[in-house]
């Protein structure tokens, strides 16, 4: 069965960083999307970041030259290294995948599995 588990949340000043992980397992295409979502208190579900198993990846304008998504092939694990937090970054953030399709993503309707979150809480 496919699932996903996301890790590294926290709590950190603005201007602060911190590196969440998520890794899939149950996978058995090559082909796949991954992404990072978040939803802050009151807020809707957005995309931050998402990568596919071409490495090509997509970010969301708010987060671009502060959030870095990579990935590991041989642990089957995806980061974010998320750099100069704000609190406005303050959110629950999940991972999401799909398998067999290519090209990253945004849209959450895109994706089939989802984690169960880890939240991100950054004062200022």
């Known amino acids: 069965e496919e699932h996903v588990v996301e890790s590294g949340g926290g709590s950190v000043q603005s201007g602060g960083s911190l590196r969440l992980s998520c890794a899939a397992s149950g996978y058995a295409s090559s082909e796949y999307r991954m992404g990072w979502f978040r939803q802050g208190p009151g807020k809707e579900r957005e995309g931050v970041a998402a990568?596919?198993?071409?490495?090509?990846?997509k970010y969301a304008d708010s987060v671009k030259g502060r959030f870095i998504i990579s990935q590991d092939n041989a642990k089957n694990t995806v980061y974010l290294q998320m750099n100069n937090l704000k609190p406005e970054d303050t959110a629950m953030y999940f991972c999401a995948a799909r398998p067999k399709i290519v090209r990253p993503t945004l849209d959450k309707t895109e994706y089939n599995f989802w984690g169960q979150g880890t939240e991100v809480t950054v004062s200022s």
């Open positions: 990568v596919d198993s071409g490495d090509n990846t």
